[in-house]
Nanobody, 123 residues
C-alpha cells in the first residue's frame, strides 16, 4: 500500500525538540482518524497520540502528556507530532497510522501504517 509517509526524524540532545510529519495523499484523508505509535529496539510498539478527523477528539499516552502535541492540516493531508522536552527514553521508530474509527487508532492502531521515521535522543 504505502500511502502514508513519515518524515522529520533526527538525532536530538535531551531536552530538545523535534516535529514529525505524516502525509496521506488518499482522497479519504479528511475523513480519517490519525495517530502516532512508537517502537524502541527489543520492545513492543506502543500508542503515543491520536486525533479524530476534525480534531474534536485527541488522546495522548501518559508518558508524553505535557510534552507532545498532535495536530493536523486537512488541506495538506498531513498530521504532525510536535515533541518537546525530549528524553532518552523517547528514542524509537515513530509510526503514523490511520483508520475510519478514532477508537481504533487510539488503541491498537489503524488499518494503514507508514514505514516509520527514526528519532534518536542522545547526549
Amino acid at each position: 500500500q504505502g500511502q502514508l509517509a513519515e518524515s522529520g526524524g533526527d538525532l536530538v540532545q535531551p531536552g530538545g525538540s523535534l516535529r514529525l510529519s505524516c502525509v496521506d495523499s488518499r482522497p479519504t484523508f479528511e475523513s480519517l482518524a490519525m495517530g502516532w505509535f512508537r517502537q524502541a529496539p527489543g520492545k513492543e510498539r506502543v500508542f503515543v497520540a491520536a486525533i479524530s478527523w476534525n480534531g474534536g477528539m485527541i488522546e495522548y499516552a501518559d508518558f508524553v502528556k505535557g510534552r507532545f502535541t498532535i495536530s493536523r492540516d486537512n488541506a495538506k493531508n498531513t498530521v504532525y507530532l510536535q515533541m518537546n522536552s525530549l528524553k532518552l527514553e523517547d528514542t524509537a521508530v515513530y509510526y503514523c497510522t490511520s483508520d475510519p474509527l478514532f477508537v481504533t487508532v487510539s488503541s491498537r492502531g489503524g488499518r494503514s501504517w507508514g514505514r516509520g521515521t527514526q528519532v534518536t535522543i542522545s547526549s
